[in-house]
């Protein structure tokens, strides 16, 4: 395949895309561009990039801080304004170089990465739009904040830190049907008066726009298929 051949599949993609989350916007009475799409970059090359950004994408997403720090610089410096949101999990030793490439953390989930990020924020005068990660399907191998600990888990971001949380973020069980948790994600944001809902991933954004995502996370779907016998080591 050429490559114009394969820049004009990833735009054809991402156009599908666009076009299921304003059906699924519409079918849930939601206004049009009410719901954020974060192209999930992760194991694609700059290559593999560039035509998503050529073809108007400016927000995406990466899991993992070398990973990212490794691709974006070089992007954003070619592209004009972008917008990067880290999704994977963030260890507090990475926390100074994550402020600096992100503009949103979805993955506060432990009184330690809260620590880490405010004092970076601060550090670094700049302020990251931030969630907390919820583990809904209580997974023990899974990141994220309990359900039944989220709001006290906020109250402590804000009153231990000043950090002002945005919203909460879930994967749900890879084996389980993914409403529930949506649901559930929602029922927690909504009684904390929180704005933001990051859920929804490319085999079920429609579902999770139906209940209330505003930042859905859609990597194979624009992208294809990861091939992970290159994925580069965990950051
Ligand atoms: C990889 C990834 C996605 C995108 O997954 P797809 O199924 O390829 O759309 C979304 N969220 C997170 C946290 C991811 O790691």
């Known amino acids: 395949m050429s490559a114009t051949a394969t820049a004009d599949g990833v735009a054809a993609r991402l156009a599908e895309v666009r076009n299921r989350i304003a059906q699924a916007e519409r079918d849930a009475s939601r206004p049009p561009g009410s719901v954020r799409l974060i192209a999930v970059a992760k194991t694609f090359a700059a290559d593999a990039i560039r035509p998503v950004i050529a073809a108007g994408q400016r927000v995406f997403g990466e899991n993992r801080v070398q990973e990212a720090a490794a691709k974006w610089p070089a992007l954003r410096e070619e592209s004009g304004p972008l917008e990067l949101h880290l999704v994977g999990p963030l260890q507090s ?37 931030l969630l907390v990660q919820v583990n809904t399907g209580a997974e023990p191998q899974k990141a994220g904040v309990l359900p039944g600990a989220v709001d006290a888990f906020v109250a402590r971001c804000r009153d231990a830190y000043g950090l002002a949380i945005d919203g909460l973020m879930c994967i749900p069980p890879v084996d389980d049907v993914p409403a529930p948790h949506f649901a ?25 726009i139906r ?25």
């Open 93 to 129: 030793n990475k926390a100074r170089e994550a402020v600096a490439l992100f503009d949103v953390i979805h993955t506060i989930d432990r009184e330690r990465i809260a620590a880490a990020v405010a004092a970076e924020m601060a550090r670094q005068k700049k302020q990251l739009r």
């Open 211 to 235: 209940l209330g995502a505003t930042d859905v996370r859609v990597g194979s779907a624009i992208f294809g298929e990861r091939n992970y016998g290159t994925e580069p080591a965990p950051s």
């Open 184 to 208: 559930l994600l929602n029922t927690l944001a909504g009684r904390l008066g929180l704005a933001s809902l990051s859920m929804g991933m490319s085999g079920d954004f429609e579902t999770a």
